[in-house]
C-alpha cells in the first residue's frame, strides 16, 4: 500500500484517492507519496518506442494501484487524453540537435495545464462514482488554471464547478475560453475587483467550516498530487526519446510559477530517469532565480510581465522539495513555511544549497528578451513560440552557450495563439487559432459579475450548485 503523508508532519497519511480528493493536507501541508516508485533504467530505455499512453500507464499505475485498478486506468488514460489534438499528446519538436522543444498545449484550452487536469477530472469522475458521491469545484484563476479546470469538469454528473476571474482583467481569449462554455454545471464568476479579491474569496470559502461541509467544497488547484503525476510522464517519454538518439542524458528548461510543472521533473527524475539539470526559469517575478543565485527566498510584490501565468512571487509546490532537503522533517518544514508566510524570508545553509544546485539552475528572462526570443525563433527555426516557452527557450539557450554537449528540452507551456498580442508585437502578424477553436470569438458567453463580496459569491454558489 503507497501512502501519501503532508509536508508539515501533522496530518493523518491517505491513499491516493482521498489524498486526490483532498487536495491540501489538514496540518496546511502538500501530500507526497511516502516512498517514491522506481522504474529500472532498461525498462525507461524500452519506452523510447513506446506510445504517451502506454508509458502514462506504466508510470502512473504505481502511484494508483490501490484506488484505480489496471484496466481502469487504461480506460481513464483514454478518456483523458481524447481531446488531444495529437496522439503524441507531448510531441518533441527539433530545433538544434541539443535543443528541444517539448509541445504540451495540444489539450483543449492550449497550455500544458490540460495535460494534468484532464487527467484530475477523470480521477476525481471514477472516484466520486466509486463513493457516490459528489463535490463543488471552487478556484480563482487569473488565466489558464480556470479554463483547464472547466474544460476537464464540464457536464460532469458528479461536480459542479464554480471559477472566479477579475472582470476585465483576464485577456479576451482567456476570458471566452471559460465564458462560452455552457453545461449547466459550469458557473463562471466575473468579481469586480482583482485577483487577490478572487483568491481572499476562494480561500474564506474553504475556511468556513460549515459551508465547505454542505457544499463539499473541493479544489483543483496545482498543489494537488494528481495533477503533479500526471505531469511526470511527458518527462519520462521526452528523457527516454531523447537518450534513445544521443546516447547521452537530458535537461529540461520549464518555464515556472507554481513550481509544480519543474517538480514533476524533479519525481521524474526521482523515480529513476536520468537527467542532468532542471533549469528553472523565471521572468521578472524572479524570486526563484534569486533563491537559486543566493540561497534566500525572499518575496516581493508581483509586477504584471508578457508572461502572466508566470506571475506569481510565492510558489506553493517548492514545499515539496524542501521537505526533500530538510530530510523529510516535517516540523522544520511547518517552522519554514510559518515563517515565511509571516515574517519573511528564509534562507538555506550551503551544504543544502550545494545539494540543490547538483539537480537545478535557473535563469532570468526580461519582457525585452522575451519579445526578441519570440522574433528570433520564428526568423531562424519558422518557429512560433508563445511568450512563457520564450522565457523557457532563453534559459535554455544561456545554458547551452556554457554547457554546450548538454542536450536540453524547453517545455512549450502554452500555444502562441493563446498571446496574440504579445506575439504580434514580436513577428508582425497574430497566429491563428487551431481549428477547434476557431469560432471562440463570437461564440455566446454565459457569466455573472459579482461584487468582491463574500456573503453574496456563497449565496450564488449555494443557489447554482446540485447538493
Ligand atoms: C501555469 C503556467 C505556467 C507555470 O507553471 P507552474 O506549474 O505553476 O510552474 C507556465 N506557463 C503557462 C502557460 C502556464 O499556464
Given at each position: 500500500m503507497l501512502r501519501y503523508i503532508s509536508t508539515r508532519g501533522a496530518a493523518q497519511s491517505l491513499g491516493f484517492a482521498d489524498t486526490a480528493l483532498a487536495g491540501l493536507a489538514s496540518d496546511g501541508g502538500l501530500y507526497v507519496p511516502e516512498a517514491c516508485p522506481q522504474l529500472p533504467a532498461s525498462e525507461i530505455d524500452n519506452m523510447a518506442n513506446q506510445q504517451y499512453l502506454e508509458i502514462a500507464w506504466r508510470v502512473i499505475l504505481p502511484f494508483v494501484s490501490d484506488d484505480i485498478p489496471s484496466e481502469d486506468l487504461v480506460k481513464l488514460l483514454r478518456r483523458a487524453y481524447k481531446g488531444f489534438e495529437t496522439p503524441e499528446i507531448a510531441p518533441l519538436h527539433r530545433l538544434e540537435d541539443n535543443l528541444y522543444v517539448q509541445e504540451l498545449f495540444h489539450g483543449p484550452t492550449l497550455a500544458f495545464k490540460d495535460v494534468a487536469l484532464q487527467f484530475l477530472g477523470q480521477v476525481f469522475d471514477l472516484l466520486l462514482e466509486k463513493r457516490k458521491s459528489r463535490v463543488t469545484i471552487v478556484g480563482a484563476t487569473s488565466g489558464d488554471t480556470g479554463s483547464a479546470a472547466i474544460e476537464?469538469?464540464?457536464?460532469?454528473?458528479?461536480?459542479?464547478?464554480?471559477?472566479?476571474?477579475?472582470?476585465?482583467?483576464?485577456?479576451?481569449?482567456?476570458?471566452?475560453?471559460?465564458?462560452?462554455?455552457?453545461?449547466?454545471?459550469?458557473?463562471?464568476?466575473?468579481?469586480?475587483?482583482?485577483?487577490?479579491?478572487?483568491?481572499?474569496?476562494?480561500?474564506?470559502?474553504?475556511?468556513?467550516?460549515?459551508?465547505?461541509?454542505?457544499?463539499?467544497?473541493?479544489?483543483?488547484?496545482?498543489?494537488?498530487?494528481?495533477?503533479?503525476?500526471?505531469?511526470?510522464?511527458?518527462?519520462?517519454?521526452?528523457?527516454?526519446?531523447?537518450?534513445?538518439?544521443?546516447?547521452?542524458?537530458?535537461?529540461?528548461?520549464?518555464?515556472?510559477?507554481?513550481?509544480?510543472?519543474?517538480?514533476?521533473?524533479?519525481?521524474?527524475k526521482s523515480m529513476g530517469l536520468e537527467v542532468e539539470k532542471l533549469l528553472v526559469a523565471s521572468n521578472r517575478n524572479d524570486i526563484l532565480h534569486r533563491f537559486f543565485t543566493t540561497g534566500r527566498m525572499q518575496a516581493m510584490a508581483v509586477e504584471p510581465s508578457l508572461s502572466p501565468s508566470m506571475d506569481i512571487q510565492i510558489s506553493s509546490n517548492f514545499e515539496r522539495l524542501l521537505f526533500d532537503l530538510y530530510g523529510r522533517d516535517g516540523g522544520m518544514v511547518a517552522k519554514t513555511m510559518k515563517h515565511f508566510r509571516s515574517a519573511g524570508p528564509f534562507e538555506l545553509e550551503e551544504p543544502v544549497m550545494k545539494q540543490l544546485r547538483e539537480i537545478f539552475a535557473s535563469g532570468r528572462v526580461d519582457d525585452a528578451r522575451t519579445g526578441e526570443i519570440i522574433a528570433h525563433t520564428y526568423k531562424k527555426y519558422d518557429y512560433l513560440v508563445d511568450p512563457h516557452t520564450a522565457v523557457g527557450l532563453g534559459v535554455a539557450q544561456d545554458y547551452l552557450a556554457q554547457n554546450p554537449e548538454a542536450t536540453v528540452v524547453s517545455l512549450a507551456t502554452a500555444h502562441p495563439a493563446k498571446f496574440p498580442a504579445a506575439v504580434e508585437k514580436s513577428v508582425g502578424h497574430a497566429p491563428e487559432l487551431p481549428a477547434h477553436l476557431a469560432d471562440l470569438m463570437t461564440q455566446q458567453e454565459k457569466y455573472t459579475v459579482l461584487p468582491a463580496d463574500l456573503a453574496k459569491v456563497q449565496d450564488f454558489v449555494r443557489q447554482g450548485a446540485r447538493k
Amino acid at each position: 500500500m503507497l501512502r501519501y503523508i503532508s509536508t508539515r508532519g501533522a496530518a493523518q497519511s491517505l491513499g491516493f484517492a482521498d489524498t486526490a480528493l483532498a487536495g491540501l493536507a489538514s496540518d496546511g501541508g502538500l501530500y507526497v507519496p511516502e516512498a517514491c516508485p522506481q522504474l529500472p533504467a532498461s525498462e525507461i530505455d524500452n519506452m523510447a518506442n513506446q506510445q504517451y499512453l502506454e508509458i502514462a500507464w506504466r508510470v502512473i499505475l504505481p502511484f494508483v494501484s490501490d484506488d484505480i485498478p489496471s484496466e481502469d486506468l487504461v480506460k481513464l488514460l483514454r478518456r483523458a487524453y481524447k481531446g488531444f489534438e495529437t496522439p503524441e499528446i507531448a510531441p518533441l519538436h527539433r530545433l538544434e540537435d541539443n535543443l528541444y522543444v517539448q509541445e504540451l498545449f495540444h489539450g483543449p484550452t492550449l497550455a500544458f495545464k490540460d495535460v494534468a487536469l484532464q487527467f484530475l477530472g477523470q480521477v476525481f469522475d471514477l472516484l466520486l462514482e466509486k463513493r457516490k458521491s459528489r463535490v463543488t469545484i471552487v478556484g480563482a484563476t487569473s488565466g489558464d488554471t480556470g479554463s483547464a479546470a472547466i474544460e476537464a469538469f464540464r457536464g460532469k454528473d458528479n461536480a459542479d464547478i464554480f471559477i472566479l476571474h477579475p472582470k476585465g482583467r483576464v485577456s479576451e481569449v482567456q476570458r471566452r475560453q471559460m465564458t462560452t462554455v455552457i453545461e449547466p454545471n459550469v458557473f463562471n464568476i466575473a468579481i469586480e475587483g482583482s485577483f487577490d479579491d478572487c483568491q481572499d474569496i476562494v480561500k474564506a470559502m474553504f475556511n468556513d467550516a460549515r459551508f465547505r461541509e454542505e457544499m463539499r467544497l473541493s479544489a483543483v488547484n496545482s498543489i494537488n498530487w494528481a495533477r503533479i503525476l500526471a505531469q511526470v510522464v511527458y518527462y519520462i517519454y521526452a528523457g527516454a526519446r531523447i537518450r534513445d538518439k544521443t546516447g547521452g542524458p537530458v535537461s529540461f528548461c520549464v518555464p515556472t510559477g507554481n513550481f509544480g510543472n519543474v517538480y514533476a521533473g524533479y519525481v521524474a527524475k526521482s523515480m529513476g530517469l536520468e537527467v542532468e539539470k532542471l533549469l528553472v526559469a523565471s521572468n521578472r517575478n524572479d524570486i526563484l532565480h534569486r533563491f537559486f543565485t543566493t540561497g534566500r527566498m525572499q518575496a516581493m510584490a508581483v509586477e504584471p510581465s508578457l508572461s502572466p501565468s508566470m506571475d506569481i512571487q510565492i510558489s506553493s509546490n517548492f514545499e515539496r522539495l524542501l521537505f526533500d532537503l530538510y530530510g523529510r522533517d516535517g516540523g522544520m518544514v511547518a517552522k519554514t513555511m510559518k515563517h515565511f508566510r509571516s515574517a519573511g524570508p528564509f534562507e538555506l545553509e550551503e551544504p543544502v544549497m550545494k545539494q540543490l544546485r547538483e539537480i537545478f539552475a535557473s535563469g532570468r528572462v526580461d519582457d525585452a528578451r522575451t519579445g526578441e526570443i519570440i522574433a528570433h525563433t520564428y526568423k531562424k527555426y519558422d518557429y512560433l513560440v508563445d511568450p512563457h516557452t520564450a522565457v523557457g527557450l532563453g534559459v535554455a539557450q544561456d545554458y547551452l552557450a556554457q554547457n554546450p554537449e548538454a542536450t536540453v528540452v524547453s517545455l512549450a507551456t502554452a500555444h502562441p495563439a493563446k498571446f496574440p498580442a504579445a506575439v504580434e508585437k514580436s513577428v508582425g502578424h497574430a497566429p491563428e487559432l487551431p481549428a477547434h477553436l476557431a469560432d471562440l470569438m463570437t461564440q455566446q458567453e454565459k457569466y455573472t459579475v459579482l461584487p468582491a463580496d463574500l456573503a453574496k459569491v456563497q449565496d450564488f454558489v449555494r443557489q447554482g450548485a446540485r447538493k
